[in-house]
């Protein structure tokens, strides 16, 4: 085996093991990835609850408000395991 095969095999095993960890439950998985996404929604909210704050629709913003909080604990969670 070259060095390419065993760094493809080790990327193949890696990728599996988090797969079947992410189905087995229990643990939250969070990727670089899926961080990065979740300050792109952040993003995104904040924007339509300054948008909905400005036109009074408070029904929206409490909406908006929930999704906020959950995505600044999944960005918190993420920071908190890199720290470890």
Same mark, same amino acid.
């Given at each position: 085996?070259?060095?390419?095969? =065993?760094?493809?095999?080790?990327? +193949?095993? &890696?990728?599996?093991?988090? %797969? =079947?960890?992410?189905?087995?439950?229990?643990?939250?998985?969070?990727?670089?990835?899926? &961080? $990065?996404?979740?300050?792109?929604?952040? &993003?995104?909210?904040? +924007?339509?609850?300054?948008?909905?704050?400005?036109?009074? @629709?408070? @029904?929206?913003?409490?909406?908006?408000?929930? @999704?906020?909080? %959950?995505?600044?604990?999944? =960005?918190? $969670?993420? $920071?908190?395991?890199? @720290?470890?």
């Amino acid at each position: 085996m070259t060095k390419n095969d =065993i760094q493809k095999l080790g990327t +193949t095993v &890696a990728s599996e093991l988090i %797969r =079947i960890g992410r189905e087995a439950g229990g643990i939250k998985w969070i990727t670089e990835d899926d &961080a $990065d996404h979740a300050v792109g929604e952040l &993003a995104r909210c904040i +924007t339509l609850l300054n948008l909905y704050q400005e036109r009074e @629709e408070y @029904e929206k913003c409490a909406i908006m408000q929930t @999704e906020i909080k %959950r995505l600044q604990d999944m =960005i918190n $969670d993420f $920071d908190s395991n890199i @720290e470890e």
